[in-house]
């Protein structure tokens, strides 16, 4: 962390893990509870120097660069994420190199701190390697998905990372189990998706032609239809794999529930009676899992396949209705 004084200048060196950001975007971070207008202010006064020189605020700081910052009160508590709050933690560990480290992250575990929650994987494993110069999220998961999520060791893998995001190149694929009968066993799902918040300000998604271009791939791996469904009072289940074409938020849940079959489990977008008879079969999450990347390593273009098992409890749960099946 840089200290920053509040009743003198501060001269601080951009290090390495922190050139090419915009100069107002790094003063952001590093000066924590600083409203962005005010570091805006302080930068066009020419109050903030770069290498001894004005600057504007979408400069590009470099390694080795010298940023002056004037006298300026910062947040006196740390947000929980980086204070003590957030306890050290490792996750199961698929893929690890000196720029990228690929998680397999379990399901009721949010991605980061927000939100009413005080800290999240980021924060857990920040805390867990203080050595570790730089880690930021490439990207996000629902706090109830499971699975692979990739974090940046260096900036220069987060910029060709997003820009790979950008492109929709690298592919992902997910596992779900939907509330319903989908009658085909491969079909596309097109349909732009809006984002609004909620009557809690919770953040939500719906179809809407107002909403931004989302296109997802959807092949059934299997159906349920048994005497074990129909005794909890549901009548179809259906296994599926979902690969993403586009990263919307909430993408493939909106979508499994436009097409009448939500993903079990959701307590956000699926069918709140089906999920409480799903529990009466043992059922205690959203079944929904991210099970593969297919990429390009960000440094070196090598390319990867990064596969994580659906969990125990989805797995036992599918094991479980395969059996039924055979036995009707």
Same mark, same amino acid.
């Given at each position: 962390?840089?200290?920053?004084?509040?009743?003198?200048?501060?001269?601080?060196?951009?290090?390495?893990?922190?050139?090419?950001?915009?100069?107002?975007?790094?003063?952001?971070? =590093?000066?924590?509870?600083?409203?962005?207008?005010?570091?805006?202010?302080?930068?066009?006064?020419?109050?903030?120097?770069?290498?001894?020189?004005?600057?504007? /605020?979408?400069?590009?700081?470099?390694?080795?660069?010298?940023?002056?910052?004037?006298?300026?009160?910062?947040?006196?508590?740390?947000?929980?994420?980086?204070?003590?709050?957030?306890?050290?933690?490792?996750?199961?560990?698929?893929?690890?190199?000196?720029?990228?480290?690929? =998680?397999?992250?379990?399901?009721?575990?949010?991605?980061?701190?927000?939100?009413?929650?005080?800290?999240?994987?980021?924060?857990? =494993?920040?805390?867990?390697? /203080?050595?570790?110069?730089?880690?930021?999220?490439?990207?996000?998961?629902?706090?109830?998905?499971?699975?692979?999520?990739?974090?940046?060791?260096?900036?220069? @893998?987060?910029?060709?990372?997003?820009?790979?995001?950008?492109?929709?190149?690298?592919?992902?694929?997910?596992?779900?189990?939907?509330?319903?009968?989908?009658?085909?066993?491969?079909?596309?799902?097109?349909? /732009?998706?809006?984002?609004?918040?909620?009557?809690?300000?919770?953040?939500?998604?719906?179809?809407?032609?107002?909403?931004?271009?989302?296109?997802?791939?959807?092949?059934?791996?299997?159906?349920?239809?048994?005497?074990?469904?129909?005794?909890?009072?549901?009548?179809?289940?259906?296994?599926?794999?979902?690969?993403?074409?586009?990263?919307?938020?909430?993408? =493939?849940?909106?979508?499994?529930?436009? #097409?009448?079959?939500?993903?079990?489990?959701?307590?956000?977008?699926?069918?709140?009676?089906?999920?409480?008879?799903? #529990?009466?079969?043992?059922?205690?999450?959203?079944?929904?899992? @991210?099970?593969?990347?297919?990429?390009?390593? /960000?440094?070196?273009?090598?390319?990867?396949?990064?596969?994580?098992?659906?969990?125990?409890?989805?797995?036992?749960?599918?094991?479980?209705?395969?059996?039924?099946?055979?036995?009707?």
């Amino acid at each position: 962390m840089h200290a920053i004084r509040k009743d003198s200048v501060s001269l601080i060196a951009v290090a390495e893990h922190e050139e090419g950001q915009r100069l107002d975007n790094y003063l952001i971070k =590093i000066l924590k509870g600083v409203p962005k207008s005010h570091i805006h202010r302080i930068i066009r006064a020419g109050e903030v120097r770069l290498n001894k020189k004005r600057c504007k /605020p979408d400069n590009r700081i470099q390694a080795g660069d010298t940023v002056r910052i004037p006298p300026i009160r910062t947040a006196e508590k740390q947000r929980p994420s980086e204070n003590h709050a957030a306890p050290a933690r490792e996750f199961d560990i698929v893929y690890e190199d000196d720029a990228l480290l690929v =998680i397999n992250k379990p399901s009721g575990v949010a991605v980061h701190g927000g939100s009413g929650v005080s800290f999240g994987v980021i924060e857990q =494993i920040r805390r867990a390697r /203080p050595e570790a110069r730089y880690l930021e999220l490439v990207h996000r998961l629902d706090k109830d998905t499971s699975g692979l999520l990739m974090i940046a060791k260096k900036r220069s @893998a987060l910029v060709k990372l997003h820009e790979a995001i950008r492109n929709d190149h690298p592919k992902k694929i997910y596992l779900a189990l939907g509330v319903g009968r989908l009658p085909n066993d491969r079909f596309h799902v097109k349909l /732009p998706l809006f984002k609004y918040t909620g009557a809690q300000g919770e953040k939500m998604v719906r179809v809407s032609e107002d909403g931004q271009s989302a296109h997802t791939i959807f092949r059934v791996l299997n159906r349920f239809s048994d005497s074990l469904l129909h005794q909890v009072g549901l009548s179809d289940l259906t296994f599926v794999e979902a690969t993403l074409k586009t990263g919307r938020t909430h993408q =493939i849940r909106v979508h499994l529930q436009s #097409q009448d079959c939500p993903i079990a489990g959701d307590e956000r977008y699926g069918d709140y009676q089906a999920n409480k008879r799903l #529990q009466k079969l043992g059922l205690k999450r959203m079944f929904l899992h @991210a099970s593969e990347l297919h990429l390009a390593h /960000p440094l070196t273009g090598e390319k990867l396949i990064l596969k994580a098992p659906l969990p125990q409890e989805l797995a036992q749960f599918v094991v479980m209705l395969e059996n039924q099946e055979k036995a009707v």
